[in-house]
């Protein structure tokens, strides 16, 4: 009997335990939040800054199965998009959480302050749709998959 109660303590403690307990919807879109803050142009100058918040220092962003880039190359690429797209606004609509991992549906919109991947310039904006699936350790993004629908906003940019 006291072999069972001692393995019925140990699981049911196991089981509640805060590292194994599943993250609320808001403390999710609070974790990831900063990183979604940097993508805004209206805080350009604190870009980097967000992005280490919300990120561990090992942290990989994937856009595709086997393209990832580590926490400064995005930093810089994010520094890129903002300065080419002077009033880009990035919202996250919806989150969604399983175990460690959040999904995230987000909105992203601007025009672009010239030519922008491959479209020339005509003063139009853009709104795309990302998802984005970051997996969370320790209260930071440790790894992230994303993708934009960029070929629409070009599509946008480009038509008459």
Excluded at 4 to 25: C, D, F, G, I, Q
Excluded at 104 to 132: C, H, L, Q
Aim: aromatic share 6%; charged share 20%.
């Amino acid at each position: 009997m006291k072999r069972v109660l001692a393995l019925y303590m140990l699981v049911t403690t196991a089981a509640l335990s805060p590292a194994r307990a599943e993250m609320t919807v808001e403390a999710a879109r609070s974790t990831v939040a900063p990183f979604y803050k940097a993508l805004n142009a209206a805080f350009a100058p604190q870009s980097a800054d967000l992005i280490r918040q919300a990120t561990a220092p090992d942290w990989t962003s994937c856009r595709e199965n086997d393209v990832c880039s580590g926490r400064d190359e995005v930093i810089a690429g994010v520094a890129a998009r903002l300065k080419s797209v002077p009033d880009l606004t990035w919202q996250i609509k919806d989150v969604a959480v399983a175990g460690n991992q959040v999904t995230v549906r987000g909105e992203a919109t601007g025009k672009p302050a010239g030519p922008f991947m491959g479209a020339a310039y005509s003063g139009k904006s853009f709104k795309v749709m990302s998802i984005d699936i970051h997996t969370i350790e320790n209260g930071r993004m440790v790894r992230s998959y994303h993708v934009e629908d960029w070929i629409g906003a070009v599509r946008q940019l480009s038509t008459e």
